[in-house]
């Protein structure tokens, strides 16, 4: 009964700011990685940036230098703070964490960055 709940986005206007969680919830041994990946409309869902338990990151290079990607283990949470949003970063954004080898999904929530 492992939950992913997704909460943080909205609606900005470009160049504004927004910081997404995702807290995990359920029966948990250990959360390996996490990552946030989005999915624009007609368009297929892409990684946006991933974080392994140990902290080490990696991010999509239309990411790279405005968003970033954090974590809290003792909270079971991911963080992705996303700065100097562009139009094109609206999407759908969807949380993952990888327990015991298989991947989980939240739901989504809306980002729309608007111009």
């Known amino acids: 009964q492992v939950q992913l709940v997704e909460s943080g986005g909205g609606l900005v206007q470009a160049g504004g700011s927004l910081r997404l969680s995702c807290v995990v919830s359920?029966?948990?041994?250990?959360?390996?990685?996490m990552a946030w990946h989005r999915q624009a409309p007609g368009k297929q869902r892409e990684v946006v940036a991933t974080i392994t338990r140990g902290g080490a990151t990696n991010y999509a290079d239309s990411v790279k230098g405005r968003f970033a990607i954090s974590r809290d283990n003792a909270k079971n949470t991911v963080y992705l703070e996303m700065n100097k949003l562009k139009s094109e970063d609206t999407a759908v954004y969807y949380c993952?964490?990888?327990?015991?080898?298989?991947?989980?999904w939240g739901q989504g929530t809306q980002v729309t960055a608007s111009s």
């Open positions: 993952k964490a990888n327990i015991l080898g298989i991947d989980y």
């Open positions: 359920g029966s948990i041994f250990s959360i390996g990685v």
